[in-house]
Every structure is written in structure tokens, then in C-alpha cells.
């Protein structure tokens, strides 16, 4: 025994009918259609009267249809204090390029304490030329700096370079 599924392309509602496999090859035939199971572990097994080429077609013009989200590509967030070590920069920095060769776009945020703001008033703005140096070419910058009202963090969108891109 199964559970068969036949849909009328007329009614809105499914026909289900549990039914012996000959009975539901047989009705499959008369309306010359084919059977696909839909979910055989369930007891009884639920068979669905379909025309399998026309399934297949219709699959087919959906993903043809369908947004392409495979080509967006995340943005990426890397995060840095002021005043950071030139090796932890440029650790940090060739990571940052790996995946602007990617075509990510990547968020750099700078954060500073009060200790480099005394040092140095702009040390967001100075770290930021230091990843930007780093960086060379191979993105640009889009927009300007976001920095709160103190100057102790700041934020920068970096999109990949096109005519550097590999």
C-alpha cells in the first residue's frame, strides 16, 4: 500500500488516495504520467503522479530565474587599535588583501584608547593611512571616514580594486 498524490491542473487541492502499487500504476498510466516518490520512509510511502519532464523543466526554469546570491560576496570586518605594531598591522593588512583579491569588500574599524589620543590626537586617522599604504592599489576607498565625536573610533569601507582583480 501507498499513499498516492495526484494533482488536477483545474482544482486548487490534491488528490490523495492510498492505494496498492499496481493501482497506482495503473492509474498513472491512464493519465500518462509518471510516478516519483516523494518521501518512501514514511509509512505508507507517499508517491506522487507527475509528468517527470515537465517537473524537471519547471526545476529548471526556477533556478534560471532565481537571484544569483553565489556572486555576492560578504563583507569583511577587520578591526584595529591605534597605535598598532607595525608586524601586527602588516599581519593583519595581508589578511585584508587575500580577501580584497577575492572581491570582498572589507570594513575597516579603528578603535583608540585614551592613551594614543593624548599621544596623538589623530591616531585613528594615522592608523588608517598606515592600513591604507598597506593596501596600496588594490582597493579603493569608498566614502569617507565615520568617526564618532571624539575621535576614539572610526570606521572605512574598502571595495576591491576591478582592474586589479586576478
Known amino acids: 500500500m501507498i499513499r498516492l498524490v495526484i494533482e488536477n491542473k483545474n482544482e486548487e487541492k490534491s488528490q490523495i488516495e492510498i492505494v496498492a502499487l499496481s493501482d497506482a500504476i ?3 498510466a491512464e493519465l500518462s504520467v509518471d510516478l516519483v516518490g516523494i518521501s518512501l520512509d514514511q509509512n505508507p510511502p507517499i508517491v506522487k503522479a507527475v509528468d517527470h519532464k515537465r517537473l524537471l523543466y519547471e526545476r529548471s526554469r526556477s533556478k ?3 537571484p544569483k546570491t553565489s556572486g555576492l560576496k560578504v563583507t569583511k570586518e577587520f578591526q584595529f587599535r591605534a ?3 607595525d608586524n601586527d598591522l602588516q599581519r593583519k593588512a595581508a589578511n ?3 580577501y580584497l583579491k577575492l572581491g570582498h569588500p572589507c570594513q575597516v574599524i579603528i578603535s583608540s584608547n585614551r592613551r594614543n589620543l593624548r599621544e596623538d590626537k589623530d591616531a585613528v586617522v594615522t592608523t588608517l593611512n598606515r592600513v591604507k599604504d598597506l593596501v596600496g592599489d588594490l582597493a579603493k576607498q569608498q566614502g569617507a571616514l565615520k568617526a564618532n565625536q571624539f ?3 572610526g570606521s572605512l569601507m574598502l571595495q576591491p580594486n576591478v ?3 586576478k
Open 64 to 66: 534560471a530565474n532565481s
Open 151 to 153: 575621535g576614539s573610533r
Open 26 to 28: 495503473k492509474t498513472a
Open 96 to 98: 585584508m588583501i587575500s
Open 163 to 165: 582592474k586589479n582583480k
Open 83 to 85: 597605535g598598532i605594531a
